[in-house]
């Protein structure tokens, strides 16, 4: 089993800057054989991967409408992934989540972007932007 807690988010003006943070942890936690992974869910809308990576380290994929603005990263002991959202718009407003699903396969994890592949979901945090 794998525990996923979620912090950081609120709301914010346009062009500004949030942080989350995402703590793993569980006996079933390692992060050479797992898959971590931010997704949002905005009100009638399907829940869509944000970025996703291989815990054990690497480069994360972002969806298109994030890149340049968003920067995933892990803490030293691979146990805590970030999100540095910045410069954002109204258009990101959502639920935020963070994910995990377990896999040895680097490029699986840049693969993995359909919500209903991943195993372990937090319990997601609020980003509201407003114009």
């Known amino acids: 089993q794998v525990q996923l807690v979620e912090s950081g988010g609120g709301s914010v003006q346009a062009g500004g800057s949030v942080r989350l943070s995402c703590a793993a942890s569980?006996?079933?936690?390692?992060?050479?054989?797992?898959?971590m992974g931010w997704f949002r869910q905005a009100p009638g809308k399907e829940r869509e991967a944000v970025a996703t990576?291989?815990?054990?380290?690497?480069?994360?994929y972002y969806v298109d409408s994030v890149k340049g603005r968003f920067t995933a990263s892990q803490g030293n002991a691979k146990s805590t992934l970030y999100l540095q959202m910045n410069n954002l718009n109204p258009e990101d407003t959502a639920m935020y989540y963070c994910?995990?699903?377990?896999?040895?396969?680097?490029?699986?994890?840049?693969?993995?972007?359909?919500?209903?592949?991943?195993?372990?979901w937090g319990q997601g945090t609020q980003v509201t932007v407003s114009s």
């Open positions: 994910a995990a699903v377990p896999s040895r396969n680097v490029d699986y994890c840049y693969r993995v972007i359909r919500a209903v592949s991943w195993s372990y």
């Open positions: 569980g006996s079933g936690y390692t992060p050479s054989t797992y898959c």
């Open positions: 990576l291989y815990a054990g380290g690497g480069s994360p």
